[in-house]
């Protein structure tokens, strides 16, 4: 049986040209059209508080419409200067210093009116794979935050739903040993021992 995945990233933020992120879910298409066990598919993201999650939903429905039904999703954002899979989103949406793309900007703004603001939701995602990436109980507070809290909230308790995870990857991908190709070969590596 044909396993499906959906790989997804952001697109660029604040009038930049681009977002690592991107970069890097670009070099894993190449990479996944030499060896994969999974179909793959992928979708850009807008860097919007309240779009982000209609996006990927809306997609998720598509494909199962399709007749494809994912095993998981791996949604990756841009950070700041290593690898993290998040385990976990907050319950706050509160980055006082940015707007997302529609200029939107909030501050200590509950995600889920019916959870406490310092409430966690977790991830559904066999983080052990990437044993080489830290894991990390924190994503922020921004828009990939945001994400995490509803994929954690509509996937996370039905069995029957995508996992889904988030990682976050180094903005460095200009220079250093974090350019995109090598940040892609670190996650398409990890996502190959998926049993």
Wanted: glycine fraction near 8%.
């Amino acid at each position: 049986m044909t396993r499906h995945w959906l790989l997804t990233a952001f697109e660029p933020l604040s009038g930049r040209s681009e977002n690592n992120s991107k970069l890097v879910l670009n070099e894993i298409e190449k990479l996944a059209k030499e060896a994969s066990p999974f179909t793959l598919h992928y979708l850009t993201l807008p860097f919007e508080y309240d779009r982000c999650f209609d996006v990927l939903d809306a997609e998720v429905a598509r494909l199962k419409k399709s007749g494809v039904f994912l095993e998981g999703i791996l949604s990756i954002g841009e950070g700041a200067e290593e690898f993290k899979i998040e385990t976990q989103a907050n319950n706050l949406d509160d980055l006082a210093e940015m707007s997302d793309n529609a200029g939107e900007k909030r501050v200590a703004q509950k995600i889920f009116k019916d959870l406490d603001k310092g409430a966690t939701l977790p991830l559904r995602f066999p983080v052990e794979i990437f044993a080489r990436i830290r894991s990390s109980k924190n994503p922020g507070f921004f828009v990939g935050n945001h994400l995490c809290a509803q994929a954690a909230r509509k996937y996370g308790e039905d069995k029957k739903a995508p996992l889904f995870g988030f990682i976050h990857v180094p903005k460095t991908g200009q220079g250093g040993m974090f350019t995109p190709d090598v940040c892609a070969a670190v996650i398409f590596n990890s996502l190959k021992k998926i049993p």
